[in-house]
């Protein structure tokens, strides 16, 4: 399957809600594929649409393979269509990192333990309790599906800081007159 370009911030499928997906085709299970291959190769432990421009309530995680010994290193990603946090308990603040937000990592309050609905790639029900990191990666995830990025999580200095570091970067790579040493 073809790895998919991540998007960064400030493209626009980043701060935008992803539409729910109504017909699980053929053309959504390619996507999802897509996704995944693109996760691995980031890598990354999860993935949603948004990331790849996708206006698409889709996510793929796996929490496992990126962790294995070589040994074990076997892919079993996790798709979730219109997946929802359906409860929530306690909070466990970690610090998270982003592929839409290079080089940028906050700690972020997260629920400690979730259940989240959704559906897989044939359309049948799921519904998964969750803790640890994978409630961690779920909820990120969703988090993207809705149009919040983890800058949306970090206090205005520090998204102001991101943002002239990243103009910073643009201008340097983009503007001739930029001298590099």
Request: hydrophobic content about 40%; glycine content about 6%; proline content about 6%.
């Amino acid at each position: 399957m073809p790895v998919r370009s991540i998007v960064v911030v400030p493209h626009g499928a980043l701060d935008s809600k992803a539409a729910e997906v109504t017909n699980i085709d053929e053309q959504i299970r390619k996507r999802a594929l897509d996704m995944a291959d693109t996760m691995y190769k980031a890598p990354g432990v999860g993935l949603a649409a948004n990331q790849v421009g996708e206006l698409l309530r889709l996510i793929v995680i796996d929490v496992v393979y990126p962790y294995a010994e070589p040994q074990d290193k076997k892919k079993n990603p996790l798709f979730i269509i219109n997946p929802a946090i359906c409860s929530s308990d306690g909070e466990v603040c970690k610090e998270e990192g982003c592929l839409s937000v290079p080089e940028f990592e906050i700690d972020v309050k997260r629920a400690a333990c979730i259940q989240v609905e959704g559906v897989d790639l044939d359309g049948k029900p799921l519904r998964i309790e969750a803790d640890g990191l994978l409630a961690r990666v779920l909820q990120h995830e969703i988090d993207h599906l809705n149009g919040t990025t983890l800058l949306d999580h970090a206090s205005a200095l520090k998204r102001n800081l991101y943002r002239r570091r990243l103009k910073k970067t643009t201008r340097r790579f983009t503007d001739p007159s930029w001298s590099s040493f």
